[in-house]
């Protein structure tokens, strides 16, 4: 079974600071991780993912994320963050496949990040 | 990015009636997926859908739980008898094609709300 965990319930970075976003996982076979956001009373946006190749993956607005096997982290990041970067953050993980292949996504538990302008 | 659109967007039912939340999405997807979100929870998977079959179900999607396809568009969760634990945002997510590592594209949400 894979899992992943996000260390931190919330993390507070002032604007125009990095922010980091801790997730780790855990999975058998070849990882194939995400990162999405959620804002309030909204679904969930896609951001990035890690396939294979380069082990730091860009995405949108400005986010990237750094894929460590030896640490199985995969660590969001933004070198500078803004006010609107406020949201709560999921990093997820592909499901490795029991045969049938629908790769259903398993989900952390969610990173609050507040932006402090 | 694919457009998905859910209705209803807030849904209040009384415990014991049925419910049925709808997802539409807007180009040709091969694999649906129905998530809920608790308050305050993560996401958790419920099933997923496939050539007009489930392919693969958790052990949350119990036997109150369907999902169907009736007209080829629309993709249907439907819950036979809402508990009060069932009060939750429930996610459609679809995914465009059979490679594995395409990313899964989320819908508003339908909140769920049982009294």
Known sequence: ?117 | EPEVTQTPSHQVTQMGQEVILRCVPISNHLYFYWYRQILGQKVEFLVSFYNNEISEKSEIFDDQFSVERPDGSNFTLKIRSTKLEDSAMYFCALREALEPYNEQFFGPGTRLTVL
């Not at chain 1, 919330?10 to 995400?34: D, H, I, M, R, W």
């Open chain 1, 1 to 117: 079974a894979q899992s992943v965990a996000q260390p931190e319930d919330q993390v507070n970075v002032a604007e125009g600071n990095p922010l980091t976003v801790k997730c780790t996982y855990s999975v058998s076979g070849n990882p194939y991780l995400f990162w999405y956001v959620q804002y309030p009373n909204r679904g969930l946006q896609f951001l990035l993912k890690y396939i294979t190749g380069d082990n730091l993956v860009k995405g949108s607005y400005g986010f990237e994320a750094e894929f460590n096997k030896s640490q199985t982290s995969f660590h969001l990041k933004k070198p500078s963050a803004l006010v609107s970067d406020s949201a709560l953050y999921f990093c997820a993980v592909r499901d490795d496949g029991t045969g049938a292949g629908s790769y259903q996504l398993t989900f952390g538990k969610g990173t609050k990040l507040s932006v402090i302008p």
